[in-house]
Nanobody
Framework: QVQLVESGGGLVPAGGSLRLSCAAS???????MGWFCQDARREREFVSS???????VYADSVRGRFTISKDNVQNTVFLQMNSLKPEDTAYYYC????????????WGQGTKVTVSS
């Protein structure tokens, strides 16, 4: 089992920045970690992912504004969110998977990001 705990959410004005963190514990070897977002208007959506070799993927809506990174020593993945927009407002969930492709096996509880206009 892998336990994921997110932190770093909060309220920021449009144009501001936040840095989300996700600490993994338990079975900490996961090939892939990522972030998803969800709010009342939409289903859970992919935001970004990083695999053990360092390859990263971003959703079109965040590319150029968000940066994902991972500290392999501390088993923590980060999401640096810059130039935030009101439409980025959502709960952000950390996810982890044993494989490089396919479904995600583990999920965090989420952290709320609110961007005011």
């Amino acid at each position: 089992q892998v336990q994921l705990v997110e932190s770093g959410g909060g309220l920021v004005p449009a144009g501001g920045s936040l840095r989300l963190s996700c600490a993994a514990s338990g079975r900490t070897f996961t090939n892939r970690m990522g972030w998803f977002c969800q709010d009342a208007r939409r289903e859970r959506e992919f935001v970004s992912s990083i695999i053990s070799g360092g390859r990263v993927v971003y959703a079109d809506s965040v590319r150029g504004r968000f940066t994902i990174s991972k500290d392999n020593v501390q088993n923590t993945v980060f999401l640096q969110m810059n130039s935030l927009k009101p439409e980025d407002t959502a709960y952000y969930y950390c996810a982890a998977a044993i494989t490089n492709f396919g479904s995600w096996q583990y999920w965090g509880q989420g952290t709320k990001v609110t961007v005011s206009s």
